[in-house]
């Protein structure tokens, strides 16, 4: 199976990263810019969800369109910083379940602590958009998905602001299936296990904590 990574190379993503990255950048700022990042990655991210075929009628005559369903589409963003992501996605699938993965790292081992997870019943039937902004060691991200696989999702993709390359080959690693789409591949982790140059610590920076 080829392992599928998807940098998204636009200039508006180009642009808002840029504006994202700023240290200068305001809490509310900060959150209106991964809104608006988060609908230009879900449009890469939804590209190959399955449609169908209905009949319906325009002002001038009967014609075939295409839908997606919703209700077979789960939203699952891994608490904290995931949930900054949500209302982007949910404006764009309005219909779609949603699952919370709560996950810390812990500081010092940098290995994920679950306190709280709730996907949605029948999810088995169910398309994931798994939602983490930084992919950063992918061990967090790694449980995160074993969670969904293990209550029997059909598809994920992941969609995150940046990655590492290190997180990259680390989710793949263990699973090669899901399709990664990320603004950015930056160039690594530093000592603390962070993305540089990165953000800093996007949950903070979400819900100005620090
Ligand atoms: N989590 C963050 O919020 N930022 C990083 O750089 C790594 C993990």
Do not use: W
Not at 8 to 22: A, C, E, T
Not at 146 to 157: C, L, M, P, Q, T
Not at 190 to 208: C, F, Q, S, T
Request: proline share 5%.
């Amino acid at each position: 199976m080829t392992a599928v990574v998807i940098e998204v190379d636009h200039p508006l993503v180009r642009h808002k990263l840029g504006l994202l990255r700023d240290v200068t950048t305001t809490t509310h700022m900060f959150r209106h810019l991964v809104n608006e990042l988060t609908l230009l990655l879900a449009y890469e991210a939804t590209k190959t969800l399955a449609e169908e075929e209905v009949e319906i009628e325009t002002p001038l005559e009967q014609m075939v369109a295409h839908r997606i369903s919703g209700t077979k589409i789960a939203v699952c963003p891994i608490l904290r910083a995931g949930v900054g992501m949500l209302d982007g996605i949910l404006s764009l699938i309005p219909d779609a379940r949603v699952g919370f993965i709560g996950l810390y790292r812990d500081e010092e081992t940098l290995q994920p602590i679950e306190y709280y997870v709730k996907l949605p019943e029948g999810i088995a039937h169910h398309d994931v958009l798994l939602l983490d902004p930084m992919l950063a060691t992918g061990n967090s991200t790694a449980a995160a998905i074993e969670k969904v696989k293990a209550a029997g999702s059909r598809s994920i993709r992941l969609i995150a602001l940046l990655a590492s390359p290190e997180g990259i080959v680390r989710v793949h690693g263990e699973h090669p299936d899901v399709v990664i789409v990320v603004a950015k591949i930056d160039r690594g982790l530093n000592e603390k296990g962070y993305i540089v140059p990165g953000l800093g610590d996007a949950g903070d920076r979400l819900y100005g904590t620090k």
